[in-house]
């Protein structure tokens, strides 16, 4: 077949999957491809710690000897890909986006890297991280704060605490990349770069080998630009691993290919109760609105159930585990005065210092009670739906470091559902807008089908930051 005449840098993963499938582009292309953006757009954007030019190279040339020789290891074999910089890869430097681990060599790879890499995906390098994903706007006093690529004059928040693999993947260059989420840290990123980002569940991904902010609520999840390339990578991420617990006891993986594309007639929507609009941009209201009435043509049902408490209820006993746990981690590091710690991070890990046994137990214990109470306060609800973000990205000036974004994320981690992120407008100025599709516990699945059927019906997805291919 005649080569592709398209920019490879400019095609979601499924596409170039199926370009390397038909012979119509090589891995080597495609790498050639995403370097050339990066060499280009890196100065000024500062996605990556790291980029590993010469190695992705290497494995693109041998990914195309191997599939032109029959011996392709799987369907994504020779895409690349971006990985957060807590995921460690054996010999090379995670810094978890601190400069105190600037020198840190990766002990081990973790699992959800093996898995990746077996099943031929490239690494393109490691992308920025707020230090210790302590954070949700994005931002990194050392190590440096991403450029939000929808807006070249005026700085603004990429979201965090993933967002070097945000700007990364909205600029095209890597189709995806993976995110870590706490209390948002892959959907905030996800709103503001105007892309697909999926929360998985706890024990869906293993995280192994991915350096830790607080365990009990870390989960891996893809950064994409479209639900079909997200529900492709998480496909590949999940599984049960000896060397993670929690994946032990979660149930078996789900194929999220076989229900994506059956639309949403039939399934039941909840809206959020009125008292969760306070707060929220207009604008941002507006697109919420228009989403729910447009799933309503497609066939849903749009529900309006009574919620047993209010998100921001929520946000006390989310931030003492968080605080509790990553103190436990961290926490000779924040208390250490003359070691460089982000001035906005270092008070947030120290919350944890204050927070007793008992109240950090009855955080844990409070958490089991809203969770039981929640999900029967939805039964027979297929998914909640709200925003992702109370507005749209707001310039890196005017970020408030003693406040977070995560108003509408963070209920949605102490509650353990698992939640997609996609964009569903923009704003006056350009600026992406996201809607957020929260699912019960390991039901990726639906949140996934909902998100595809959405985006055959729009084309916010679509859109590229002006400058990028779009």
């Not at 105190?100 to 099943?119: F, G, H, K, M, Y």
Request: net charge neutral.
């Amino acid at each position: 077949m005649p080569p592709s005449s398209t920019d490879p840098s400019l095609l979601p993963a499924h596409a170039l999957a199926a370009e390397i499938a038909a012979r119509r582009l090589s891995p080597v292309d495609i790498v050639d491809a995403c370097l050339a953006r990066i060499a280009a757009h890196e100065p000024k954007l500062q996605a990556f710690v790291a980029v590993y030019a010469d190695d992705a190279r290497l494995a693109a040339e041998a990914a195309d000897k191997a599939i032109r020789s029959g011996h392709a290891v799987g369907p994504l074999h020779g895409v690349p890909i971006a990985l957060k910089d807590l995921i460690d890869l054996e010999g090379r430097v995670t810094t978890g986006g601190s400069a105190v681990w600037r020198d840190r060599r990766s002990p081990v790879t973790a699992t959800l890297a093996r898995r990746l890499i077996a099943a031929g995906l490239i690494v393109l390098g490691k992308t920025h991280t707020v230090e210790f994903a302590m954070g949700g706007w994005g931002t990194n006093q050392h190590m440096g704060t991403p450029w939000n690529p929808w807006d070249l004059t005026v700085a603004r928040t990429p979201g965090g605490s993933s967002s070097g693999t945000g700007v990364a993947v909205a600029a095209g260059f890597a189709p995806w990349g993976i995110g870590t989420d706490t209390g948002g840290s892959v959907r905030l990123p996800a709103s503001w770069c105007g892309l697909s980002g999926l929360k998985t569940t706890i024990g869906r991904v293993s995280t192994y080998g991915i350096l830790p902010l607080a365990p009990s609520l870390d989960t891996p999840g893809p950064i994409a630009r479209s639900v079909e390339d997200a529900a492709l990578l998480f496909s590949v991420m999940q599984g049960v691993d000896p060397l993670d617990p929690r994946t032990l006891s979660a149930p078996p993986p789900c194929n999220p290919m076989a229900a994506l594309k059956r639309g949403v007639k039939g399934l039941r929507l909840a809206r959020m109760p009125a008292a969760e609009r306070s707060g929220t941009a207009d604008e941002v209201l507006a697109a919420y609105d228009a989403s729910l009435e447009l799933l309503g043509r497609l066939g849903a049902e749009i529900v309006s159930p009574p919620l047993p408490f209010g998100f921001a209820d929520t946000m006390v006993e989310t931030g003492r585990i968080i605080g509790s746990e990553s103190y436990a981690l961290v926490g000779d590091l924040v208390d250490n005065p003359n070691l460089p710690i982000d001035e906005a991070v270092r008070p947030r890990i120290r919350l944890g210092r204050s927070i007793s046994a008992r109240d950090y137990l009855a955080a844990l214990a409070k958490r089991d009670r809203v969770k039981r109470e929640f999900l029967a306060a939805i039964e027979g609800i297929d998914a909640v739906l709200t925003p992702t973000t109370q507005t749209a990205a707001i310039p890196v000036d005017a970020v408030d470091q003693s406040t977070t974004p995560a108003h509408y994320t963070r209920v949605f981690n102490l509650l353990e559902m698992c939640a997609l992120a996609i964009p569903n407008g923009f704003t006056a100025d350009g600026l992406p807008i996201s809607l957020q599709i929260a699912c019960r516990p390991y039901d990726e699945a639906t949140a996934l089908r909902i998100g595809w059927a959405y985006q055959q019906a729009t084309d916010w997805h679509q859109r590229r930051p002006p400058g990028f291919g779009g």
